[in-house]
């Protein structure tokens, strides 16, 4: 352990070493002011300054009419910037390519990147979800995936990624959050945090930790509503601010801003964080001493526009402290509502000039100063590289989680007959056809996620006495959330199973083993974390006896399952 961190850390250190020889940090660059800042600020008119501070949601996988509604945005509304979401890595070099010659200032160009581009675009890579990583030891491969990351952003044009997510899950029940946490203990989740910013930044790619002060303690998403924080403002203080501070020590460029309702923090009545001044400028920006870019969740969220509608959530948010809005939802209104604020002295140009510097200077250390196209021939290629696969393998590897039963895994016979039985899909998967590799007098089954008593009974009559019984149960949604749904038929055939000599592969949120009892009595039991067939492929080895776990549980799931849990 302390030779792989030791390890890890020279290996952080000569990268960023090299990285910073080449130029400083952006959090640096804010103190030497370049030129070309103040060239780019001095040509901006009044109207064109504010409109630096608003970033647009742009697509490629929306209709022709869409796309020309974005350049038309860009043309005439002069915003600071995008935030892309979904589509493929192909279009979006060539969009991108389009947009920035519509602009008259650079587009500094964003995207939600937690895992990856794949979180946001189809045939790119996604690594683990965060509440993996956060079951790995050490920080060397997590560290590897910022740098990786920072090469896939830039190859398609752009240049922040909103992550990493650094809140605490400590509330089981968080619907926005969960998997997208590194768990909930405060000390693993900076240091899980650190080494993808650090990553990242050396790479040359701006990042934006989220949600300040901290979205992980919560059961309401703020997409919809919301949420309330009533606790107090020494426990936030210790708890939820913790990585926020540890990361922006350690250089963080920039920070994003939860919407949430915290009395202890704001009395005023359905106050969200994102538009409060005692939160972002007094607490962040004044007391904690973060100089880097803030940066709004998106504006059009509920938790943010419901009691304060019209644009109104708009000049709120810059009278705040945020520097860059994120997703209006009317930028030309809110401009316009700014411009009004200013003439009726709500706030200052000298207030929204300081954000806007600190844009120009994100677009500087961007390399925005050069215009340089992005090259569009095998953008495809170059975003699924052979290093890229093999990392996150390595990585599924490292998460993999043991609860029970390494000595039993160890008396598994390849000669045995063996029964692999997946639950959830109707297909058979990666797991069953690596576990066939080896255990070749083996038969498999397949049950979909809805099965009944009857079906399950035509699998239960195969099954003898005497079979070696390997298990994976699949959660089939696209994201890992709580509430793995299958029947009650099939919960009460795997309580059974786990009563006798079965082993459990459970590639799904750890927080789901709440939802399965009798799995605490099970012969072995890995958790894997998601369905993607990279986590099936180490799960697999453990059972063949080909991986030594070294995954710890990131959440405490009951009574039986504690943060910390692992063989």
């Known amino acids: 352990m302390k030779k792989t961190f030791f390890y890890s850390l020279i290996i952080m250190v000569c990268a960023a070493t090299s990285v910073k020889a080449q130029q400083p940090s952006y959090i640096d660059l804010l103190k030497q002011q370049p030129k070309w800042v103040d060239s780019v600020f001095h040509r901006l008119t009044k109207k064109q300054r504010i409109a630096q501070m608003f970033f647009v949601a742009a697509y490629t996988n929306k209709t022709e009419a869409f796309t020309d509604s974005i350049a038309k945005v860009i043309k005439r509304e002069k915003v600071g910037g995008l935030v892309f979401f979904q589509g493929g890595p192909g279009r979006q070099a060539i969009l991108t390519n389009q947009y920035q010659k519509k602009a008259r200032v650079p587009l500094l160009i964003a995207s939600d990147g937690e895992w990856g581009l794949g979180m946001r675009l189809d045939s790119t890579m996604s690594y683990p979800y965060q509440m993996a990583l ?7 491969l997590i560290y590897k995936m910022g740098l990786e990351v920072a090469k896939d952003f830039k190859r398609v044009g752009m240049h922040m990624n909103l992550a990493p997510v650094v809140d605490v899950n400590n509330n089981a029940k968080n619907p926005v959050i969960n998997y997208r946490s590194f768990g909930e203990n405060k000390y693993n989740v900076a240091q899980k ?14 990042v934006s930790i989220k949600h300040f002060p901290g979205h992980g303690d919560t059961d309401v998403d703020s997409h919809y509503d919301l949420p309330q924080l009533k606790f107090t403002k020494e426990r936030l203080d210790s708890l939820e601010m913790y990585p926020f501070k540890e990361l922006i020590k350690q250089g963080a460029a920039g920070v994003m801003i939860a919407h949430m309702n915290i009395p202890s ?15 972002v400028t007094d607490i962040l920006k004044e007391q904690i001493g973060f100089k880097g870019i803030v940066i709004s969740d998106a504006m059009g969220m509920k938790g943010v526009v419901k009691y304060f509608k019209d644009g109104e959530a708009d000049v709120m948010g810059i009278i705040a402290g945020n520097d860059i809005l994120e997703l209006s939802e009317n930028s030309k209104r809110a401009v316009k509502m700014v411009r009004q604020a200013v003439r009726d002295k709500r706030l200052t140009m000298d207030r929204i000039d300081e954000s806007v510097k600190k844009i120009l200077t994100a677009k500087y250390w961007a390399g925005l100063n050069k215009k340089q196209a992005i090259n569009q021939e095998q953008v495809f290629e170059e975003v699924n590289r052979a290093e890229s696969i093999v990392l996150r393998q390595q990585m599924a590897d490292a998460s993999m989680t043991l609860l029970r039963g390494r000595d039993f895994i160890k008396t598994l016979s390849p000669s045995k007959r063996t029964v692999i039985l997946n639950v959830g899909t109707p297909d058979v998967t990666t797991f069953q056809k690596e576990l066939a590799l ?8 397949n049950l979909k996620k809805d099965a009944n008593a009857n079906d399950i009974a035509k699998v239960l009559t195969e099954i003898k006495a005497d079979d070696q019984v390997m298990i994976g149960i699949v959660d089939t949604r696209t994201r890992p959330g709580n509430n793995i749904p299958l029947s009650a038929d099939l919960k009460v055939m795997l309580k059974d199973l786990a009563d006798k000599n079965a082993v459990f592969a459970l590639f799904a949120n750890p927080y789901n083993l709440a939802g399965l009892p009798g799995l605490e009595n099970a012969k072995a039991l890995i958790v894997a974390y998601q369905k993607e067939d990279y986590m099936q492929k180490s799960a697999a080895s453990v059972f063949k006896n080909q991986l030594i776990t070294t995954g710890k549980l990131p959440v405490t799931v009951n009574e039986f399952f504690k943060y910390g849990d692992g063989q």
């Open 134 to 140: 956060g079951a790995m030891e050490g920080t060397e």
């Open 265 to 279: 923090l704001d009395a005023t009545p359905n106050m969200p964080s994102t538009l409060s001044k005692p939160i």
């Open 193 to 206: 945090g650190a080494a993808y910013l650090k990553g990242m930044q050396d790479g040359g790619l701006l």
């Open 438 to 445: 080896v255990y070749q007098n083996s038969v498999v089954y």
